[in-house]
């Protein structure tokens, strides 16, 4: 079966072709560069270039693939959660094309499709693990039953981390996206330089404003109207030590949910996956505890379109469907 994915929920516009289970192509157009200059995602800018975007990215994926729109057989979208407005974008071309081409078409749930992105990468994984998903958007922890059955072991309670990183850099001085930023420079400085807060101690859940908030007081004492960042502050050192407290709380909270679940696996996903020290870290902290982690390659770590692809082809096999009166959602629950 050839599926056709497209994902638009934030500022990737990404579209990927699957045969069954397997990734034929994978294109991600990122709109880093244009929400840059303010600091975060303009949503409504973010529409207007997936607008722009989204055609030539189908197309780019099918030639990739090397089928034609003829070929597809199935049409998968991500709906919800994400900016109403991007995701629409999505919906509205998957619509188009399934009602064009009398195919099925399916809407599918942007966390789910993190969740079992792991499974390109490595088909034979199965079932049960502990997937921890962290991005600008997210961070929670998900007990993996099987297809279809997920239990949310805790969640943020405020930040996502992602965007913690990048609140942090904003305060900084350094551009968005904060994250690849605060992890180049934290390698360069004394990750227990200042004491900064890990953010709730009990339970799964995590926390990270009461960290953003000490990172912010620190910095505010080098910071003057006039003149800006003091030179003095060693921005290094903030980096290194504000990056040990996130990783810190993501390691600890994810190997205590295996722990405590049993599970002999774990999978993480999301932007932040990128992050150095939270692969070294879990994956020492995982091996400590004979647990495998499985962490897939960027590709399939960031927003993309092979996840969604993905998830709706198991929900096809599985029997679902989707009506065309299918509308986005800026949230859902999984
Ligand atoms: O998954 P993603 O591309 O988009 C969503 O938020 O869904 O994740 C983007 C987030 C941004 O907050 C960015 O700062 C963070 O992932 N990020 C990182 C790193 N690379 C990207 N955070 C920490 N370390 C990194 N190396
Ligand atoms: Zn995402």
Known sequence: MITLGIETSCDET???????????????????????????????????????????????ALSHASVSLKDIELIA?????????????????????????????????????????????????????????????HTALYHVMEFGSYRILGQTRDDAAGEAYDKVAKLLDLPYPGGPVIDRLAAEGNPEAIKFPRGQREGLDFSFSGLKTAARNHIALFRSRDAGLDPKLNIRDVAASFQAAVVDSLVDKTIQAAVETGSKKIVVAGGVAANSSLRQQMKKKADENSITLYLPGMDLCIDNAAMIALTGYLHYQRGDRSSLDLNPRASASL
Request: charged residues 15%; hydrophobic residues 50%; aromatic residues 6%.
């Open 14 to 60: 990404a579209a990927a072709v699957l045969r069954d289970a397997s990734v034929l192509s994978n294109i991600v157009s990122s709109q880093v560069k244009l929400h840059e200059k303010y600091g975060g995602v303009v949503p409504e800018l973010a529409s207007r270039e997936h607008l722009k975007n989204i055609m030539p990215v189908v197309r780019e």
């Open 77 to 137: 979208v991500t709906y919800a959660p994400g900016l109403i407005g991007a995701l629409l974008v999505g919906v509205s071309i998957a619509k188009a094309l399934a009602y064009a081409r009398d195919i099925p078409f399916i809407g599918v749930h942007h966390g789910e499709g993190h969740i079992l992105a792991a499974r390109l990468a490595y088909p034979d994984i199965g079932y049960p693990y502990v997937a921890l998903l962290v991005s600008g958007g």
